[in-house]
């Protein structure tokens, strides 16, 4: 079945860019029906959504991270990205990738997410 | 951004109890609402999609209902395994948004 696995430094710090990969494997990215999103959790809170990619390259970014954010895919491996710029203790949360169904735009399989720290 | 308000925050229930959880959008989403459990340590699990359909491989003891701003979660009959925060989530609008969650404890 399709997987989803998140990667990338657990610790970045101050001002540097947190850079994580979502590896998909069972299924492709191209796959019609889905796209990608990111989602993060801070410690001990809730859920705040990201951004999205279709595999046309199409985005979408949460105004709420201004211009630093940067979701991009490669589908040649199967895999898409995040980039966000000049963090701060603020970003220290669990990212999550997850598949969006395009028919409800409700994320249906996530990845068991990976924790990064800004220290 | 559209405001999803989760109530109660916390609830105490015991295995066997029915349980509603209620989660209100501050506009109209029409029926554009997910349920997400979440177990500590572990990603999110959809349970719900467009408010009242159940996931593939979710218990039907899982129902959702609602529409408009105003949506539940019910458990008929809460199992062990329930015991975990539960989120809703409005896919109507970007960006997408969750309520605060619903954290389901053990009496």
Redo the contacts between chains.
């Keep these: 079945q399709v997987q989803l696995r998140e990667s990338g430094p657990g610790l970045v710090k101050p001002s540097q860019t947190l850079s994580l990969n979502c590896a998909v494997s069972g299924g492709s990215v191209n796959s019609g029906g889905y796209y990608w999103s990111w989602i993060r959790q801070r410690p001990g809170k809730g859920l705040d959504f990201l951004g999205y990619i279709y595999d046309t390259g199409t985005t979408y970014y949460n105004p709420s991270l201004k211009s630093r954010l940067t979701i991009s895919i490669d589908t040649s491996r199967n895999q898409f990205s995040l980039k966000l710029t000049s963090v701060t203790a603020a970003d220290t949360a669990v990212y999550y990738c997850a598949r969006v169904v395009h028919r409800g735009d409700y994320e249906d399989l996530w990845g068991q997410g990976t924790l990064v720290t800004v220290s | 951004d559209i405001q999803m308000t989760q109530s109660p925050s916390s609830l105490s229930a015991s295995v066997g109890d029915r349980v509603t959880i209620t989660c209100r959008a501050s506009q109209n989403i029409r029926n ?1 609402l ?1 349920w ?1 459990q979440q177990k500590p340590g ?5 349970l719900i ?2 408010a009242s359909s159940l ?1 593939s491989g979710v218990p039907s003891r899982f129902s959702g209902s609602g529409s408009g701003t105003d949506f539940t979660l019910t458990i008929s009959s809460l199992q062990p395994d329930d015991f975990a925060t539960y ?1 809703c ?1 409005q ?1 109507y609008s ?8 619903t954290k389901l404890e053990i009496k």
């Design positions: 554009y997910n997400y572990t990603a999110p699990q959809l999609f467009v996931q989120y989530q896919s970007t960006p997408r948004t969750f309520g605060q969650g």
